[in-house]
């Protein structure tokens, strides 16, 4: 089906509000009925005792509330987890390819890797799945061990041994990030020349990533994937929307600065300086502004 010489690339994509809209923690902590399950994320986090993203992974083997969780929970959560629109036909489009190009689609998240699967039954083959690996034990069906967390660098880790397996080049390598739990990894994936998503207006990672798509639509990292990876223009990306069934029916190409000004002037009266904050909305074409570019898109 694919001509000997496509270029190959690895697609890989982060789970948690990336290809969701919901934090799969705060789903499970829900059916668990536990409490306060942000603070605890927010308490490790300012720690640094854990990489960023695994925080779950660490409530789930030392918190006594999350001491609980059996795998039929981790499944109950998939299930419940909110998905970002047209996964389906996202995936559907990489598997297929386009003339001259394939894809190897995976999702590497710290999320539970039986919470992912579960949530992207029949989207994504449970093999290209790499996520939190929890060991349960056979008897009480308890969590007993942690095998192994792709969060921070954790997932550069899991990127590198699928390069190797694909045999695909660093500089083939795409990566759809929302979070801090990305930045490791898209800095690794930008500096073999790779290409890297932000979904999210994320201020951390919006800096690091080559563009950020803003849209409840999964199949809308296509636009950069077209344009930037493979240059496609305008009119030939509006046609692959068509060709899957969908309507690229909002793209505004934008570039948003937002400007605090501190006034040090010397103030009148009580001595205190004066403080002017204004939020500077800077719309411009795209291609000529050299900040990330930020688009909105809508697909129907
Ligand atoms: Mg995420």
Redesign the pocket.
């Given at each position: 089906m694919h001509p000997a010489v496509a270029r190959h690339f690895l697609v890989a994509s982060?789970?948690?509000?990336?290809l969701s809209f919901n934090?799969s923690g705060l789903v499970l902590s829900e059916i668990l009925g536990t409490t306060g399950f942000q603070e605890k994320v927010d308490g490790l986090a300012r720690s640094n005792l854990v990489q960023q993203?695994g925080e779950l992974a660490y409530l789930i083997r030392h918190d006594p509330e999350f001491r609980g969780v059996r795998r039929e929970h981790l499944v109950e959560t998939g299930r419940r987890v909110r998905l970002r629109h047209n996964i389906p036909a996202l995936v559907e489009f990489l598997n297929r390819g386009l003339e001259g190009c394939r894809f190897s689609f995976f999702v590497i998240?710290?999320a539970p890797r039986e919470v992912i699967q579960s949530a992207l039954e029949g989207i994504v083959d449970p093999a290209h799945v790499f996520g939190t690996e929890l060991e349960f034990d056979d008897r009480t069906g308890e969590v007993r061990s942690i095998k192994r967390v792709p969060a921070g660098y954790g997932k550069v880790a899991v990127l590198e041994e699928l390069e190797a397996r694909l045999g695909t080049a660093p500089d083939r390598t795409i990566y759809i990030?929302?979070?801090s739990?990305?930045v490791h990894v898209m800095l690794h994936v930008n500096n073999r020349a790779g290409f890297t998503i932000a979904v999210?207006e994320n201020h951390q990672l919006s800096r690091i990533a080559r563009r950020t798509v803003l849209s409840d639509d999964a199949f809308s990292v296509i636009v950069p994937i077209l344009e930037d990876v493979l240059g496609r223009g305008v009119s030939e990306i509006r046609t692959v929307f068509e060709s899957n069934g969908l309507t690229l029916e909002q793209w505004d190409k934008a570039r948003t600065d937002r400007v605090t000004i501190r006034d040090t002037r010397a103030s009148d009266g009580d001595g205190a300086a004066a403080f002017l904050s204004v939020d500077l909305v800077v719309e411009s074409d795209a291609d000529t502004a050299d900040a990330v570019p930020d688009d909105d898109v809508a697909v129907a």
């Open positions: 982060d789970f948690d509000q990336t934090d993203g998240s710290a990030g929302d979070g739990s990305d999210s």
